[in-house]
């Protein structure tokens, strides 16, 4: 799942600060399945929401619509040196997928719902999140057509520019004051 690889991602990066029992990232790891536990097993959440999808049409024409709004932002923006994407293409194919019979997807429930989240984190992003933020998002989750897939989301992140690369990072630091290790302005030191 997400939370796994992000957890297993994040113990790479900090090696064997990652792995001891007294860093936060062990406790990350072992709550990481929580999720799946607590509301269904995900193959069940993810039939559950095609049944939703063959049930109430008007809620797909929805999400579809919120889609569609996203991929306008994404094709009106110029595009930067380095940076291209095929969320357009994940939503046209997320469509064919979608009016398939319902037999025929329930095989693949898992990745049609995945690729939906995405592409729902994605419109988020676009339309009312950071637009950085939002570019390095699409180039690493949906690569252009003839990209090879990412195996991880580390090296999805190496294939990113550099001032992109910065302004993420910038965007997770917490400065803690020297002179009383305590964070400035309330701001929790315990990430």
Not at 30 to 41: D, V, Y
Not at 47 to 62: N, W
Not at 157 to 173: N, S, W
Request: proline share 8%.
């Amino acid at each position: 799942t997400t939370w796994g690889a992000v957890a297993v991602e994040a113990m790479e990066c900090f090696g064997g600060n990652g792995y001891v029992e007294e860093g936060p990232l062990t406790r990350l790891y072992r709550a990481a399945p929580l999720g799946s536990i607590w509301e269904g097993s995900g193959n069940v959440m993810c039939l559950d929401v095609l049944r939703a999808i063959a049930r109430e049409p008007q809620s797909t024409a929805a999400v579809f619509a919120e889609l569609s709004s996203a991929v306008q932002v994404v094709e009106a923006a110029p595009k930067r040196a380095g940076i291209d994407n095929g969320y357009g293409a994940a939503i046209t194919s997320l469509r064919a997928q979608l009016v398939r019979p319902p037999f025929e997807l329930e095989p693949v429930a898992r990745a049609i719902v995945d690729r939906l989240a995405q592409c729902l984190e994605a419109a988020a992003l676009l339309l009312h999140g950071d637009r950085v933020v939002a570019a390095a998002f699409l180039a690493t989750r949906f690569p252009p057509a003839g990209a090879p897939p990412f195996q991880s989301l580390g090296s999805a992140a190496a294939q990113l520019p550099a001032d992109i690369i910065a302004h993420l990072l910038g965007r997770v630091r917490v400065p803690i004051s020297a002179a009383d290790n305590t964070p400035p302005h309330g701001a929790s030191a315990r990430l």
